[in-house]
Each structure stands twice: as structure tokens, then as C-alpha cells.
């Protein structure tokens, strides 16, 4: 391999991924080509072949990479935390936080959404990195639990879903109506009242008894 070509590649990889993003929020998936993508990143298709075998493949990758994104963010704000915010309120907070490019992001997964249920080889990869994720969410969210000496009277990973679902219904509804729906407000609002009651204190737990920290891999 000539020197240099293993440094290229991620960059190379990550410049269509950042392309696919923007083209994909702006025109679409279905209506999104190859060649747009190429023509964003300023690359040619060969570049983009010898990373992705097609669209479908392109943005289950970005899926991944999202989804890293967003357990690393949530991990190092976990991470900040002091010991006297290791509350229910506080830990609501955390999960209500929306980013700013999170509009992009949201238009390409409700399309590719749509699409998998449509499609049932896509809906079985995207179940998946779904499933992965929600693994990631429960795994962090116990953690952080315990830290705020409470654990889930639920099931970890069915509430999870029931997160996700909060998320994705508020953020639909934030992004037709921002004004009277600011994103993120329905978490804000309706999430310390709904860990409250899906949560119970654990018998003798104490500060000493706690985690020193959530670690890289917890998130919300």
C-alpha cells in the first residue's frame, strides 16, 4: 500500500459521511445520488465505492457514527457532573439536551425510517444499530441511577424505548411548531416526574457505596 493511503482513508470516509449528512437533510435519501455526494465532498464515485457498497450502506454508517456521537456527549456531560447533581431532575436535564445539528440528523433518520418499514432486509439492519444503541442508553442510564442511589423498577432496555420514543415524538413535533414547542421541552418537562415513578431508592445506599463515575461508556 502506497504511504499515505492509510491516513487518507478516514478523512476521505468521514468528508462523505459529512456530505451525505447535508445532501440527505436537504434533497432527501431516495432523491439524494451518489454523484451529489461525491460532488459535496469533492470526491469521485471510485472514492466513494472503495468506502460504502451503496446509499443504504452510507447511512447505516452514519447511524453508527451518530450514535457514537451521542454516547460520547452524553458520557462526558455524566462525567461533569458534581456529587450533589446526581439527582432526578438534573439527570432529565441531561437527556433533554438537544444539539444544534440535531435537525439534520432528524429529517435523514425519519426518511431511512420510513423506508425500513417498507423494506424488511432494511428493517432488520436498523433494528440492529437500534438495538445497540438502546443497549448503550439502559447500560448508562442504570449507571447514573445509581449514582443518584435509585435503579429502574422496568425493564432497562424497555425503557429505553419508551426514551427514544419521547425523544423522536417531541423532537417531530419541536421541529413543525419551535415557537410553541421548543426542542427538548417535553423531556425537560415530562422525564423527572416519569424517572420518579419508574425508579425506586436503594436500601442502604449511601455515597460510599456509589460509583466514582459513570465512565466512557455510560450514557442517558
Same mark, same amino acid.
Given at each position: 500500500m502506497p504511504r499515505g493511503v492509510t491516513g487518507r482513508r478516514p478523512r476521505t470516509r468521514a468528508a462523505l459521511l459529512r456530505a451525505a449528512l447535508e445532501t440527505f437533510a436537504e434533497h432527501g435519501f431516495h432523491a439524494t445520488t451518489? =454523484?451529489?455526494?461525491?460532488?459535496?465532498?469533492?470526491?469521485t464515485r471510485g472514492a466513494y465505492y472503495s468506502n460504502f457498497a451503496s446509499k443504504e450502506e452510507l447511512f447505516l454508517a452514519l447511524f453508527e457514527e451518530h450514535g457514537d456521537r451521542t454516547v460520547r456527549r452524553l458520557a462526558e456531560a455524566i462525567d461533569g457532573l458534581t456529587p450533589g447533581e446526581h439527582t432526578l431532575t438534573?439527570?432529565?436535564?441531561?437527556?433533554?439536551? $438537544? =444539539?444544534?445539528? =440535531?435537525?439534520?440528523?432528524?429529517? $435523514?433518520?425519519?426518511?431511512?425510517?420510513?423506508?425500513?418499514?417498507?423494506?424488511?432486509?432494511?428493517?432488520w439492519v436498523?433494528?440492529?444499530?437500534?438495538?445497540?444503541?438502546?443497549?448503550?442508553?439502559?447500560?448508562?442510564?442504570?449507571? $447514573?441511577?445509581?449514582?443518584?442511589?435509585?435503579?429502574?423498577t422496568v425493564e432497562p432496555d424497555r425503557f429505553a424505548r419508551l426514551l427514544i420514543a419521547l425523544r423522536e415524538g417531541g423532537l417531530a413535533q419541536s421541529y413543525v411548531e419551535p415557537v410553541a414547542l421548543?426542542?427538548?421541552?417535553?423531556?425537560?418537562?415530562?422525564?423527572?416526574?416519569?424517572?420518579? $415513578?419508574?425508579?425506586?431508592?436503594v436500601p442502604g445506599a449511601g455515597p460510599a457505596d456509589r460509583p466514582k463515575g459513570p465512565g466512557p461508556d455510560a450514557v442517558l
Amino acid at each position: 500500500m502506497p504511504r499515505g493511503v492509510t491516513g487518507r482513508r478516514p478523512r476521505t470516509r468521514a468528508a462523505l459521511l459529512r456530505a451525505a449528512l447535508e445532501t440527505f437533510a436537504e434533497h432527501g435519501f431516495h432523491a439524494t445520488t451518489i =454523484e451529489q455526494i461525491c460532488e459535496r465532498a469533492g470526491y469521485t464515485r471510485g472514492a466513494y465505492y472503495s468506502n460504502f457498497a451503496s446509499k443504504e450502506e452510507l447511512f447505516l454508517a452514519l447511524f453508527e457514527e451518530h450514535g457514537d456521537r451521542t454516547v460520547r456527549r452524553l458520557a462526558e456531560a455524566i462525567d461533569g457532573l458534581t456529587p450533589g447533581e446526581h439527582t432526578l431532575t438534573r439527570i432529565a436535564e441531561l437527556a433533554a439536551r $438537544v =444539539e444544534p445539528d =440535531e435537525r439534520d440528523w432528524y429529517l $435523514v433518520t425519519t426518511e431511512f425510517t420510513l423506508h425500513a418499514i417498507r423494506d424488511p432486509q432494511a428493517a432488520w439492519v436498523l433494528a440492529r444499530y437500534d438495538e445497540r444503541l438502546r443497549a448503550e442508553i439502559a447500560r448508562g442510564l442504570t449507571l $447514573v441511577l445509581r449514582r443518584a442511589g435509585r435503579e429502574l423498577t422496568v425493564e432497562p432496555d424497555r425503557f429505553a424505548r419508551l426514551l427514544i420514543a419521547l425523544r423522536e415524538g417531541g423532537l417531530a413535533q419541536s421541529y413543525v411548531e419551535p415557537v410553541a414547542l421548543p426542542p427538548g421541552s417535553l423531556e425537560l418537562q415530562f422525564l423527572g416526574p416519569l424517572l420518579e $415513578v419508574s425508579t425506586r431508592e436503594v436500601p442502604g445506599a449511601g455515597p460510599a457505596d456509589r460509583p466514582k463515575g459513570p465512565g466512557p461508556d455510560a450514557v442517558l
